[in-house]
C-alpha cells in the first residue's frame, strides 16, 4: 500500500467491513504476514519492560493507575532497583530496557536523565526506551543527551472528541501530539499508538488514528485492545475483541512495512494464543515483563493482565517455543528501525 489513504468515511467502511468478514479478514493477514516476512523474515524482537513506577498524575478514564484510584497500592523503583533488573535482563538476553510508568513527579527529570545514563554505562550495547508521558522538550532532550534512544508515547485516540471522552479536560490531544513531534525533533526513535474497542470508539476514530500515523510517520507502533479495569468509570465495559485488533495490526503492518509492531499484553490477556495471533498479523515485537515480581501486580492498567508464564521475561525459553510452534524465531538483537542512525551525542 502506498499513496495517500482514503479519506475517514471511506476507510471507517473497509475497517469494519474487515472486522466482519471472513475471508477479507484471512486475505488481509496474510498480505500483513507476507510483508512482515518480507522486511524482518520470521524475527520477532524482544524488549524488557520494567514498570518504573505506578504512581501518576493523570486520571484517563480508563486506565487502573490513574490518579483517583484510591484502592491501588503505589510504589515506584529505585535506580538500584532499575539497574538490577537490567543486569538481570542482560543476562537473560535483553539488548533493550524499556522504563514505563505513570507520570510520577517525584522523579526530577535529572533523576531520570541519571538512571538512563547509568545503564548505558553499564550497557553501551544496549537501547534504553523511555515510556513516560508528557514532558517538556527540556526534559525529553536532557535524556536523550544522556543515551535514551527510543520513546514511546501512544496518541490514545487520534479523534478529538473519542479524546475527549476517555480524558479528563485537563488533558489534549494536541499537547500529547505536540509532544511526539518534538520527540521525533530531538532524534529519538518515536513510537505512537492507540487502544482498539475503547468505550464510545467509532470506525471513523480507527481510521483517524490511521490517518494520523500516517501523518507522524511513527518508527513504532503499540496498539492493543481496551481492557476494562474495575476501579475505574469504564468498571464493566466490553472489552476491544482481538479481529478488531488484528485487523489494526495487520492494516498497520501493511502502511507501515518496516514499523516496529510490538504483539501486545493485553492482546495476550483477551486470548490465549494472542500473542501469537498477533504475529501471524505482522507484529514483529514482543515485550516481556522484566519488573521486579514483587511490584507486577501493582501496574495493573487494566483487570486480568498476564504477568506470569511467557509475559514474564524470566520465561524467556517458553516464550522462544511458543514462537517457534507458529514459525517465529526470537531473537536478541536491539532491534532499531531499519537504517535508524541516531544523529546528535553518545
Ligand atoms: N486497557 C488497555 N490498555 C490500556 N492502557 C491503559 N489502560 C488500558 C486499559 N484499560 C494502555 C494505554 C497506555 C499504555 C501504557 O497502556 O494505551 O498508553
Known sequence: MSGPLPPIDVLAEQIRFLCEDDAAFEALRTAAANTAYRQFRNRIYIRGLIEMTNYCRNDCYYCGIRNSNQKLERYRLTKEAVVSCCIEGYDLGFRTFVLQGGEDGYYRKEDIADIVSEIKRRFPDCAVT?????????????????????YLLRHETAGKEHYAKLH??????EHRKQCLYRLREIGYQVGSGFMVGSPYQTYE??????????????????????????????????AGTLRQTLVMIALLRLLFPQALIPST??????????????????????????????????????????????ESAQCLESLK????KAGYEIVTDRGDYPGFIREGKV
Not at 501471524?280 to 498476564?306: C, T
Request: proline share 8%; hydrophobic share 35%; aromatic share 10%.
Open 130 to 150: 523511555l515510556s513516560l508521558g508528557e514532558y517538556d522538550g527540556d526534559a525529553y532532550q536532557m535524556w536523550f543527551d544522556a543515551g535514551a534512544d527510543r
Open 168 to 173: 479528563p479536560k485537563e488533558m489534549s490531544p
Open 205 to 238: 476514530d480507527l481510521a483517524e488514528d490511521l490517518h494520523f500515523l500516517k501523518e507522524l510517520e511513527p518508527h513504532m507502533i503499540g496498539i492493543g485492545p481496551y481492557v476494562p479495569h474495575k476501579d475505574t468509570p469504564f468498571a464493566g465495559r466490553q
Open 265 to 310: 499484553t493485553a492482546l495476550s490477556t483477551i486470548a490465549p494464543d494472542g500473542r501469537e495471533q498477533g504475529f501471524l498479523a505482522g507484529a514483529n515485537v514482543v515485550m516481556p515483563n522484566l519488573s521486579p515480581v514483587s511490584v507486577r501486580d501493582k501496574y495493573m492498567l487494566y483487570d486480568n493482565k498476564r504477568n506470569t508464564g511467557e
Open 321 to 324: 517455543r511458543c514462537a517457534r
